[in-house]
């Protein structure tokens, strides 16, 4: 038996909702182990209350919690944790759960980097998710060590689609693998593979290894064939020049082409063009979804928030079951102080897809400032259920243990 950092030996525990790990006869075992006892109901003198994993109870929270409880979780008397927390504290896992799934925004917090970033690398096939609810990718553990491995290259000056490509001419050496499974070197320009004590390339070149103990003296390649890693695509920004549109270009371009081309654009950091080409990709190829949400979160990232609202409007009802774009007008909606729109934007989105955190977490958020505590509770434990990994956790506790 494994001795827990938490103190367990004479604490009375109860436990809110439904637990994931195992059934609350296995979980009283287990605790019994280590001299604690488990109450049947949530009052009393409780040292410990654990959020369970999988499900909420029907009734009012609020109402299942006594008056003196209340107190004690504000006193801190009592403490809340999360039922992940007093498993990894027992020893019975040592990582994240396969129930533990991560929404772009999480994933952004996690690996510190944009969300729009996050969503691209999906979007282009770079950073695979486990499902896909109403256009809302979720990433499990391994695909957010995948992402902090994307973003570390792309911080050394690697491009997006660079990197897609070359991982894409590795072909069968790495088919159905993650990056995290995979010993791949970046040096400057292209991705190596370390295949049995060998670097390769993505087309098969063998380059000299100049971690390894062996003596080199230059970088050339091995092979001796020449580089023919793929460049990444150059259009010319007919809006920056301000001397041709996009029907004068000699060839006409796809829509995907234009999308490329806006991405680089603000892959540089050139948000205002990024932005016009958007916009000539909605007039010359009709509205998109996507493309709309797209161009709404550029404009909130240069400040235009009216006109962000307006578009994550026009996305909704381009696809009213488009979640991500109903919590990000939430989102801007409680920035121009339309909290109470903003709520019913939160409600909106839950109504399609109840296992989304993020929107549990600003919906909480949004009804506290509204002072309607006892209806935040529910969603900062619902929060806590589906994400208590994510970066906004220990806010949602800190939330709960004023209730």
Request: proline residues 4%; charged residues 25%.
């Amino acid at each position: 038996m494994t001795t827990p950092s938490i103190q367990l030996e004479n604490q009375r525990i109860g436990f809110l909702g439904k637990l994931g790990a195992m059934s609350r006869k296995e979980a009283c075992q287990w605790l019994k182990q280590y001299s604690a006892s488990l109450a049947d109901k949530l009052q009393g003198e409780l040292d410990l209350v654990i959020i369970g994993a999988d499900e909420l109870p029907d009734e009012d929270i609020q109402a299942m919690l006594s008056a003196s409880l209340k107190e004690r979780i504000r006193s801190g008397a009592t403490r809340l944790i999360h039922e992940h927390e007093l498993w990894m504290e027992l020893g019975l896992i040592d990582s994240p759960t396969h129930k533990q799934l991560y929404t772009p925004a999480m994933v952004a917090g996690l690996v510190k980097t944009r969300v729009n970033a996050i969503r691209r690398w999906h979007r282009c096939g770079l950073l695979p998710c486990v499902k896909v609810t109403h256009k809302l990718p979720y990433f499990d553990f391994e695909q957010v060590q995948s992402a902090k491995q994307i973003a570390a290259w792309v911080s050394q000056g690697a491009k997006v689609d660079e990197l897609k490509r070359q991982l894409d001419a590795f072909g069968p050496r790495i088919a159905d693998r993650s990056l995290t499974e995979l010993d791949l070197q970046f040096d400057g320009r292209r991705i190596l593979l370390k295949d049995e004590g060998v670097l390769v390339g993505a087309h098969g070149q063998l380059f000299l290894d100049f971690d390894s103990e062996e003596p080199a003296s230059s970088e050339r390649e091995i092979s001796g064939a020449p580089d023919v890693a793929p460049k990444i695509l150059k259009l010319e920004n007919p809006i920056a020049n301000g001397q041709q549109s996009v029907s004068e270009h000699p060839q006409p371009l796809t829509r995907e082409a234009m999308v490329l081309a806006a991405e680089e654009l603000e892959d540089a950091g050139q948000f205002d063009e990024a932005i016009e080409w958007y916009r000539v990709i909605l007039a010359q190829f009709g509205q998109h979804p996507e493309i709309v949400f797209t161009l709404a979160e550029l404009l909130l990232r240069v400040g235009e928030v009216h006109a962000a609202r307006e578009r994550f409007y026009n996305a909704i009802e381009l696809d009213e079951d488009f979640v991500e774009a109903r919590a990000s007008l939430g989102c801007v909606l409680v920035e121009t102080g339309q909290v109470d729109l903003a709520v019913a934007a939160f409600e909106g989105a839950l109504a399609r897809d109840d296992h989304y955190p993020d929107v549990h977490y600003h919906l909480a958020s949004a009804l506290d400032e509204l002072n309607r505590g006892e209806e935040a509770t529910k969603h900062w434990l619902r929060f806590l259920q589906l994400s208590p990994q994510s970066p906004w956790a220990d806010e949602a506790l800190e939330r709960l243990g004023r209730i």
